[in-house]
């Protein structure tokens, strides 16, 4: 037995999954734990503080802070209405008047003698949060958020783009070595969520994105095309928060990837059926890679445990493994010895290694860090 | 105060210790080594890893340490945790026979390390020594605001309220300067009110260092809303830094704060007595400890996933820079958006189809834990290294300079010199020795492309030893240094530092390829002599622990090697896996301009080394 080092990547066509749904800041709980929500339910809302409208009063006044000792009419903590008189500086003889109005509704936060400043806290901002996916309330999270718990088919990709969004599975492609080209794209994709197979190019996601399409899930996309794309480069691996007009989620790689035959039969078997995407991901220790959840309709809850999130699996002879690095890249095949003692690879390091026999019979050496347990 | 102390345990006594843990608790794995007391010396005996376990759905950083420690244990045959306590960590003490240890230390940098915001009134001034205050205690600086930054107010606060720094350092103005810029920062920091990354209802900390006549101001402002807190001024004087006390606030608030929120760091303090150190900050006690017994100036560098730190003691003076986007896997993205496919295809010994390298380059950035198995992919993996650490040099030169903005009193021979204020601290002609780390250049399977790559990026000029941090060791070193430095210092010689050898790199004005620029006599170790000709690396073979002498004759007035121009000059080198190599290639290094003649001057370069070339 021994560790693989990359966890593999949950495909499976019944869990239960829990998504919590958080505030950026407390707020108020809009739901009870048992509630059945939908994508679009609104379980928590809060009020973000109102950006701060500095007024520089000296400036404005032409005076030297000092000066303003006496003559500013608000205090900390007043609420002041836009046209409000804020300071107020009579000049030589009194004749000349200077007055400072306050530009826009909010509460006195601030006042600083040194600079002469006021900052003006305006009126707080609304924000939700939506349930995301269709499910139970499970958890409620006092002033910040819910815990949804959800049955059904859970994909995780290796990389993506683009939010969360919601919309049926659709398949564009008959196998998983098709490429998604252009051809393929219907021209109606309201609501879709297109599945392809190998790959996708920069024409055929603005020709989905134009039908319609909420997002489009492939095995690979070449780092041109996604650059093309994205109209950038992406720098660290940080994503979601891109502004593009439909989710992208790639399932094995930056390439041309055939798409894993039980990722792309897990999708067929769903196509119709409604589903919540997501391409965020994150690639630091507890990744977050992006996800395609396929709630079972009529099956929202169980009493099943909580899932266990992706941690190392456990190597075994007869693991189901896959190759993730040149020169094996997308190789499957099973685990047939896990020496124990590190062998030397071509490049001279000494590593532990396994070795798995693949779907042609040949037998192969792999560093078990170059491999991910093909999760069941 | 540290939680161990207020449990109320001892500070350890140096000299009744014989086995010590040590833990780095880093991004991605816990390191765990153990240090023995043996009839020899101190040695580095046994270490394990085991992934990190600071985020979800572990959240608790002991765990990943009890994998490391046990691996450790398997390892060495002695008993270390005490296994009658499952949750945190418990340990056998004190040392005896086989089993047990007597101190346990550690460092971290889990959970994206210590995150801070910097700000000063003018950026080259007051701003750059709060952002050299907060490298130098281990810190990512996340963002450097000053009046002058070019933005306007409401895009600096837009900006804050998307960070989530762990701390504040707020500076600027000089002791009984104007107090209105540094007033201003701080309304905009209140108005911009940023949260802190971990505990929700913490008050994020704001460590004041700046003009000591406007504290109270800012005091009145940020008060209640910010846990405020304040240091003497880090720029008393426009012609003197100050860092130290701001450093420490730093280090303290890092304990009392961040790390006490990390989840699971609470265990791990109160299983030591001595203080949890940042990684860079450790790793920079042990560069200072270096620096100082040899008496040399010193850079070290840690390449790793997410970050490239580099540290330097040049001229007495310790600087730390992060950057914080150039790694070799979360990271190794960005090091391709900032130098260019071009820039890390120009190191490559073959022609390779640049959107091939890009493709794998990004798989390597979403599996990044995967390693090159085959000759090519590891090359392609050093071309990287080799611009990052590029980058990474030329990040800390910008950073590690002089005061800026001073008025200096000029002598007649000054006048001769002309140097600018603010300029960099970093002379490779005076840099003795290099220090890599991090997997690329640590681990890599031959340690010759470990030395090449510190000269192809590095470019050292005239003498220095190159050398790699065995096993990363650095950081476990400079938390123990801080009990027994003695004992760290015996270490770090014999198990921590790997020599690769001595590099001899004459400096010239432009001289024709092929000419003779140096002419070379070894004796002892070695025995060797010859001449050595612009564009050449030359290599010749001395071991690991062996010393010879060298005899060096510049070839051209112009022509420096150490000594000055056109002198002679006589060496003591040490051997390492690379032997003594002389790099004539010139500085700053050119590379050919046609592809094919780049490539096969790459491999000409690795063939004279001894590397393969795929």
Redesign the interface.
């Given at each position: 037995m021994g560790t693989a080092y990359t966890p593999g990547l949950k495909v499976s066509a019944d869990a239960t999954i829990e998504k919590i749904r958080r505030l950026p800041v407390k707020g108020e709980v809009l739901v009870d734990v048992g509630a059945t929500v939908s994508p679009d339910t609104v379980v928590a809302r809060a009020l973000l503080p109102g950006d701060i409208e500095i007024v520089r009063l000296a400036d404005r006044m032409g005076v030297d802070p000092d000066e303003l000792t006496g003559n500013v009419r608000v205090r900390v903590g007043d609420e002041v209405r836009k046209g409000d008189l804020l300071a107020e500086v009579r000049g030589f003889f009194g004749l000349f008047k200077s007055q400072v109005a306050s530009p826009c509704d909010g509460r006195v936060e601030y006042y600083t003698e040194v600079t002469g400043h006021l900052g003006i806290r305006k009126p707080p901002v609304p924000i939700e949060i939506n349930a995301y996916v269709a499910g139970v309330v499970r958890e409620v999270i006092a002033g910040e958020g819910v815990v949804v718990r959800t049955r059904g088919a859970f994909i995780q990709g290796i990389f993506g783009v683009g939010g969360e969004r919601q919309g049926r599975i659709r398949m564009s492609c008959g196998s998983p070595g098709e490429e998604l080209s252009p051809d393929r794209v219907p021209a109606d994709a309201r609501g879709a969520i297109l599945v392809g197979g190998s790959s996708v190019g920069p024409e055929a996601l603005k020709r989905a994105a134009a039908a319609g399409a909420r997002a489009v899930v492939v095995g690979g996309i070449t780092d041109r095309d996604l650059r093309e794309y994205l109209g950038y480069d992406i720098g660290i691996a940080i994503t979601g928060d891109e502004n593009i007009p439909l989710t992208l989620i790639l399932t094995e790689g930056f390439g041309r990837m055939p798409m894993a035959r039980r990722t792309f039969e897990l999708l067929r078997s769903q196509e119709g059926k409604a589903a919540s995407v997501n391409g965020a991901t994150q690639i630091r220790a507890g990744a977050m890679r992006p996800e395609i959840i396929v709630p079972a309709e009529g099956a929202r809850d169980d009493d099943r445990a909580a899932p266990e999130g992706a941690g190392a699996g456990t190597l075994g002879i007869g693991t189901p493994v896959r190759a993730i690095r040149e020169p094996y890249f997308g190789q499957i095949g099973e685990v047939v010895e896990l020496p124990p003692q590190p062998v030397r690879i071509p490049t001279g390091a000494v590593v532990r290694v396994l070795r798995m026999r693949i779907g042609d019979g040949r037998v192969i050496e792999v560093p078990r860090a170059n491999v991910e347990i093909v999760e069941l | 105060m540290h939680q161990g102390r207020e449990r109320g345990e001892p500070p350890p006594d140096p000299e009744k210790l014989k086995v010590v843990l040590a833990t780095d608790c880093g991004?991605?794995t816990t390191k765990a080594v153990l240090f023995e007391l043996r009839p020899e010396g101190w040695r580095q005996t046994f270490r394990g890893e085991a992934?990190?376990?600071?985020?979800?759905?572990?959240e608790d950083v002991t765990i990943g340490a009890r994998n490391a420690i046990s691996e450790v244990e398997e390892l060495s045959g002695r008993r270390i945790l005490d296994q009658s306590v499952s949750d945190g960590l418990a340990f056998v003490r004190p040392a005896g026979g086989k089993d047990g240890i007597d101190l346990y230390v550690s460092t971290s940098s889990?959970g994206?390390g210590l995150q801070m915001m910097v700000t000063g009134v003018v950026r080259t001034m007051t701003a750059e020594s709060a952002e050299r205050a907060a490298l130098g205690a281990g810190a990512i600086v996340m963002d450097v605001l000053s009046v002058d930054d070019g933005r306007r107010?409401?895009e600096r606060?837009r900006k804050i309220r998307h960070l989530r720094p762990d701390i504040v350092l707020l500076s600027g103005g000089v002791d009984g300067g104007t107090?209105?810029h540094i007033?201003?920062l701080a309304?905009t920091l209140?108005?911009?009110?940023p949260?802190p990354r971990f505990g929700?209802t913490l008050k994020l900390p704001i460590i004041y260092a700046g003009n000591r006549d406007?504290a109270e101001?800012v005091r009145k402002?940020l008060e209640g809303r910010f846990g405020f807190q304040q240091v003497p001024n880090i720029r008393p004087v426009l012609e003197r830094e100050n860092l130290g006390p701001a450093r420490a606030a730093i280090h303290e608030v890092f304990l009392s704060h961040v790390m006490s929120h990390a989840p699971g760091y609470d265990k791990v303090m109160a299983a030591s007595p001595v203080d949890i150190m940042s990684t860079p900050h450790a790793v920079g006690v042990m560069a200072e400890l270096a620096a100082k017994r040899r008496g040399i100036d010193l850079m070290a560098v840690d390449i790793g996933g997410?970050t490239t730190d580099v540290f330097s003691v040049c001229k007495g003076i310790f600087n730390r820079t992060v950057s914080a986007?150039l790694g070799m896997s979360?990271?190794v993205?960005?090091v391709?958006?900032?130098a260019g496919i071009e820039n890390i295809c120009r190191w490559l010994p073959f022609r390779a189809d640049p959107?091939a390298i890009?493709?794998?380059l990004?798989?390597?950035?979403?599996?990044?834990?995967?390693?090159?198995?085959?000759?090519r992919?590891?090359i392609v993996e050093q071309a990287v290294a080799r611009e990052a650490l590029r980058l990474a040099l030329s990040h800390h030169k910008s950073l590690a300079v002089g005061l800026k903005g001073v008025q200096q009193e000029r002598t007649i021979a000054d006048a001769f010199e002309q140097n600018a204020t603010g300029a960099s601290l970093i002379d490779m002609m005076a840099v003795g020795m290099i220090i890599g780390s991090g997997g690329v250049l640590s681990?890599a399977?031959?340690r010759k492309s470990a030395a090449l790559m510190l000269l192809d990026s590095f470019e050292p000029q005239g003498v220095t030893e190159l050398c790699v941090d065995s096993i990363f060791m650095m950081p476990h070193l400079g938390v123990f240094g801080s009990v027994h430095p003695g004992a760290a210092q015996e270490i770090f010689e014999r198990d921590c530092l790997v020599c690769l050898g001595t590099s001899i790199c004459p400096v010239s004005g432009r001289i024709r390829p092929g000419t003779p620029v140096l002419k070379y006599e070894i004796s002892g170790g070695a025995k060797a002599a010859g001449t050595v000709a612009a564009g050449e690396l030359v290599r010749i073979e001395l071991p690991v622990g062996e010393r010879a002498r060298v005899v060096l004759e510049p070839l051209g007035r112009s022509v420096d090697v150490g000594a000055g121009r056109g002198r002679r000059l006589e060496i003591e080198a040490k051997g390492g896996h690379a032997g003594i190599v002389f790099d004539a290639r010139g500085r700053p290094l050119a590379l050919p301009d046609d592809p094919d003649e780049r490539a096969a001057a790459n491999a000409r370069w690795m063939e004279a080394l001894g590397i393969?070339t795929g």
């Open positions: - | 991004s991605t992934p990190t376990t600071v985020e979800k759905p572990f889990a994206g107010p409401h606060i107090r209105q007033v201003e309304e209140l108005a911009a009110d949260k929700r406007a101001d402002l997410a986007n979360y990271s993205s960005n391709l958006a900032e959107d890009r493709g794998s990004r798989n390597k950035m979403i599996r990044p834990t995967t390693i090159p198995q085959d000759m992919d590891l681990h399977p031959d393969a």
